[in-house]
């Protein structure tokens, strides 16, 4: 996750990476507190003075901000970012395929392209607004230029009679498959796409020397993983200023 974050920061022209002691910290430069996070990556000591640096990088870079710690790691970070003013917002859980293996045929009346050339980017930046929702400006950063091209991640679009209807992405680390942004434009929902679109990116993961895949599951997504295989290892907790 943080690999994936890192690589929107390296192709966002307003982007930027830090470590800080037990803290990865990539901002993307979107105005949004999701897109520009603090990963807390193990027990940090002072939390207090440690969120208090956090706060003034993403402040000298003028960028709402978001802290995210795995359950369980380090309940003082926790507390500290509530005496701080934020708040929990949201639980992810994150999801491990321990083996990648063969998946179900795609669906006849799909078909999945890789976005790496401008039309194909286009079709998969308007899916993503539209199927999450998210403002068009935000999908525009995750398929900016330099992505399309980069050894690390490959992103996709999946047609239905020539619609772009359904996206996914895949950012490969090491021999683990990352995939994310599947979405599905919602009047093209419950025909398995979404399903299609992920078995996609597990495919192109194996191919490329992948053998474990990974994901941060939404809570209409989860049961379609878990069919899958995927099984969930981890939570995540999100914590920002409530209302931004």
């Known amino acids: 996750m943080i690999a994936c974050f890192q690589l929107l920061a390296m192709a966002s022209e307003t982007g930027a990476s830090a470590e800080f002691d037990g803290i990865s910290l990539v901002a993307t430069g979107a105005p949004a507190a999701s897109l520009n996070v603090a990963f807390v990556t193990r027990p940090i000591g002072?939390?207090?003075?440690?969120?208090?640096a956090v706060?003034?990088?993403?402040?000298?870079?003028?960028?709402?901000?978001?802290?995210?710690?795995r359950s369980g790691l380090d309940a003082e970070a926790g507390r500290a970012c509530r005496a701080a003013g934020l708040a929990a917002v949201d639980t992810m859980p994150a999801m491990l395929l321990p083996q990648i293996d063969d998946q179900a045929p795609m669906p006849p009346d799909l078909d999945i392209l890789r976005a790496d050339e401008p039309g194909a980017a286009a079709d998969h930046q308007r899916v993503l607004a539209e199927g999450f929702p998210m403002p068009i400006e935000f999908a525009?950063?995750?398929?900016?230029?330099p992505?399309?091209?980069h050894a690390a991640t490959e992103l996709y679009v999946g047609y239905h009679a020539g619609e772009p209807v359904t996206a996914s992405s895949l950012v490969v680390t090491g021999d683990i498959a990352g995939v994310y942004n599947v979405a599905t434009v919602p009047r093209f929902r419950?025909?398995?796409?979404?399903?299609?679109?992920?078995?996609?990116a597990l495919r192109r993961?194996?191919?490329?020397?992948?053998?474990m895949a990974t994901l941060q599951?939404?809570?209409?997504?989860?049961?379609?993983?878990?069919?899958?295989?995927?099984?969930?290892?981890?939570?995540?907790?999100?914590?920002?200023?409530?209302?931004?």
């Open 140 to 145: 525009a950063m995750l398929v900016a230029p």
């Open 55 to 69: 706060s003034r990088w993403f402040r000298d870079r003028q960028l709402l901000h978001s802290v995210r710690i």
């Open 217 to 244: 599951a939404t809570l209409q997504g989860r049961p379609i993983y878990e069919r899958m295989g995927f099984r969930t290892v981890a939570h995540y907790l999100t914590y920002q200023r409530p209302g931004r």
């Open 190 to 200: 419950r025909r398995g796409y979404g399903e299609a679109m992920t078995a996609h």
């Open 205 to 211: 993961g194996a191919e490329l020397g992948c053998t």
């Open 46 to 52: 002072d939390s207090v003075g440690a969120l208090a």
């Open 147 to 149: 992505l399309l091209t």
